[in-house]
């Protein structure tokens, strides 16, 4: 069960990701068990999670940040000006286990796109009423491609459902500061002075054949 302790504000080193991270996970849009946008409010999109302890021995459960893309054969994002056809990077909190809330019993990989750092957070601290979690037109079977930068936490059981949304906000919080740190933002924005490994990382995360 989760402690009272106030929670860090961000998490991994301020110099950018240290091995093994990043990671790179990619997959297509799979369903999940129907709670997150149901029970939850919070839309996760589950890639499969299979091959995972063969291929990544060291992702142990729990809850990270990272940065996302999505196959615009099959995702047309929309922004300010209009829906583009290019690959867009986004930032994104996910969990990888079991749910100890709800006691799955297989692993799942489940990740919530966040809207893009320069938009306002919807999951701030403060706001009046329910916290309203992104929310994006559905994208099943698109391939997700997803770097993992950091981890934040272990998973947790709560005392109610409020309190694990409760702090799902908090990670959406602590993914976006962490995020916005100048070595982490380089893999969402490209400044044109990154260095070539983040410069060939990105390149893997906005490629689909
Ligand atoms: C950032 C993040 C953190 C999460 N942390 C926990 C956790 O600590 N404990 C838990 O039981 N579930 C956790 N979850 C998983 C939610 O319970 C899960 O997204 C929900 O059950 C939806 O599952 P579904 O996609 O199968 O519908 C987390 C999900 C996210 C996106
Ligand atoms: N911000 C978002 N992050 C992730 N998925 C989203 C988001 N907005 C909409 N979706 C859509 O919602 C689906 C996930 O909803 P969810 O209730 O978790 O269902 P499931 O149990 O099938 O995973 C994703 O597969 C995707 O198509
Ligand atoms: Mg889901």
Sequence with gaps: MRSDKPRDPVAGPDAGPEPPYPVRLSGPVIKGFGRGSKDL????????????????????????????????????HETSEGSTSTAVVLPAVLSIGYNPFYKNTVRSVEIHIMPALTEPSPTAAGQEGQTKFNRLPDFYKTKLNLLILGYIRPEFDYVSLEALVEDIRVDCEVARESLLREAYKCYLVDSGKMSGKVSEDREWLLSFD
Excluded: F, R
Excluded at 57 to 67: A, F, M, Q, R
């Design 41 to 76: 409010g919070i839309p996760t999109a589950n890639i499969p999670a299979d091959d995972l302890s063969e291929k990544h021995p060291e992702l142990t459960t729990g809850v990270y940040y990272g940065v996302v893309a999505l196959d615009p054969k099959t995702y047309q």
